[in-house]
C-alpha cells in the first residue's frame, strides 16, 4: 500500500475553497517582508575513547553568517511570494586529523575547508490560511525533521503545504526528492535511512496535530521512504494543572515502522515508544522517562548525506545518543532549573543522565538486503548531559544567546563499535539573531 498525500490535500483545499472569501491576510508582498541575520559562533571538541587505530580527538571552530528573507504574499485570494537565504561558514580553528564534527567539510586530502557558501530559496503560495512552498525548505516534524545542531540547518527538497483552516487542526503534507548536510554546499544530495546508510529516491508524508483543549492535544502521522519503509507516528500530551506554580506533564509517543517496496535496508518490523512524566513546581522541573524498542533493528529515521535530520521524536532521543538499539530499553532522569525566580531572567540549567540496556540483535534476519544486526546481545551503555544558557532579555544585545553543552557517553564494547564510541564533548554556541527589517 503506498501512502498518498492526495486526499489530505484535498481536504485541505477544499477547505481554502470554501473560504474564498476570506482574501489573503497581510499587506502585501513588500510590506509584511522581513529580514534576518543571524550569526553563530559554535565550538565542538570530542574525545573518543577506546577507539584503537582510530581518530580520538575531534575539535572544530567555526563562525556561521545565516541572512534569511522572507517576502509576504501579493493582494488577492491566492497570494504569492518567495522566501531565500544565503549562508557562510568560515573555520576559526581546526586541521587534518581532528575534523569530523559536522561543523566543516573535508577535502579529499582529510583537510577542512576555510569557508563555505550556500544559497537557496523557495516559492510560495496561500489561499486563505494554507500555504503551499517549493524549494529548499526545513520542514520539522515527527517523521520527516531537519536538523539544526551544527552550525547550519540541513536543508531539503521538495513540496510542503501546511494549513490551518480549522479551529486547532494543523495539517502538514510534504514530498521531497533531495537535501543536503548542514556542512555541505550539495543541494541534489541524498534523502537516507539514516542507521541503515541507505538513500531513498523521495520521501511522502502527511499528518497533522489537533488540540483538543488548552491541557490536551495529539498528533497522528504517516511516512513513507520509497522502497525502503512506512512509518506511523502517534503522540498524546496531556498537562494537569495542580496548584499555584505546579503541574504535571504526560507525553506519550509511539512508532510503527515496516519494510516497503524492494526493503533496500531488509526487513523491517519494529515499534518504538516512549513515555514521559515532568513535574514542574516554582522554577523546577523534574523528568521521569522510559522508552523501549520492540524490534531486532534500531528505529531508524532520516538521513542526509553525514549528519542526521530530528525526525525522532522520542523522549530518549538526547545530545548525542538516541537510545534507539535493536530492543534497548532505557530511563531517563532530568532537572530543569529557571533562573528568573531567583532574579536572573534568561538563566537556565539543566542536567540528565539517560541508561539503557537489554541491547540485542542477534535474533536480526534482515534477509538479502538486511542492513542492520551490528549490536550483539547484552549490549548496555549511558549518558550524562549538563547544559547552561543564557539569553539577553533587553537592550542592544537583546536574544543574543550564550549556550554551552557537556556530554559523556559509555557503552560496552560492541555497542559502541556499531553507533556511537565512548567519549567525552563539549559544545560551546553564541547566537545572535538581528532583525533588519
Known sequence: MRLSPWPALSLALGSCLGQMAYAAAGNGFVEDSSLTLTNRNFYFYRNNLNNPGGQNYRDEWAHGIMLDY?????????????????????????????????????????????????????????????????????????????????LFTSVATGFQLTSNELKALQLDIG?????????????DGALK??????????????????????????????????DIWRQYYANGNYTFALGEGQSLNLDFNIYRTSDDGQSLAGRIDNTTWSLASGYKFG??????????????????????????????????????????????????????????????????????????????????????????????????????????????????????SLRVRQASVRSTAQVARADTTDNNEVRIIIEYPLSIF
Open 175 to 187: 514530498h521531497f526528492t533531495a537535501g543536503n548536510d548542514s556542512n555541505s554546499t550539495n543541494a
Open 193 to 226: 535511512a539514516l542507521y541503515a546508510g541507505v538513500e531513498t529516491r523521495s520521501v511522502d508524508y502527511l499528518g497533522g496535530s489537533y488540540a483538543l483543549s488548552d491541557q490536551l492535544s495529539v498528533s497522528l502521522y504517516g511516512s513513507q521512504f520509497t
Open 70 to 150: 522572507r517576502s509576504g504574499y501579493t493582494q488577492g485570494t491566492v497570494g504569492f511570494g518567495v522566501d531565500a537565504y544565503a549562508q557562510l561558514g568560515i573555520k576559526l580553528d581546526s586541521g587534518k586529523g581532528r575534523t569530523g564534527t559536522g561543523l566543516l567539510p573535508v577535502d579529499s586530502n582529510g583537510h577542512p575547508e576555510d569557508e563555505y557558501s550556500e544559497a537557496g530559496g523557495a516559492v510560495k503560495a496561500r489561499i486563505s490560511r494554507t500555504e503551499l512552498k517549493y524549494g529548499n525548505l526545513t520542514p520539522l516534524n515527527p517523521v520527516f525533521g531537519t536538523g539544526n545542531a551544527r
Open 283 to 400: 522554577a523546577h522541573r523534574l523528568t521521569l522517562a522510559y522508552q523501549q524498542v520492540d524490534g531486532n533493528e534500531p528505529f531508524d529515521y532520516l538521513g542526509f548525506d553525514q549528519q542526521p535530520g530530528t525526525s525522532i521524536f522520542l523522549s530518549n532521543s538526547v545530545q548525542v545518543l538516541d537510545f534507539n538499539a535493536p530492543n534497548e530499553r532505557s530511563w531517563q532522569l532530568r532537572y530543569d532549573l529557571d533562573m528568573a525566580a531567583f532574579g536572573v531572567p534568561g538563566l537556565s540549567f539543566m542536567s540528565r543522565y539517560v541508561s539503557g540496556d537489554h541491547i540485542d540483535d542477534s535474533h536480526y534476519d534482515g534477509g538479502p538486503n538486511g542492513a542492520y544486526g551490528r549490536y550483539g546481545d547484552d549490549g548496555k551503555r549511558w549518558e550524562r548531559d549538563i547544559e547552561a544558557r543564557y539569553v539577553v532579555q533587553s537592550g542592544k544585545a537583546r536574544d543574543l
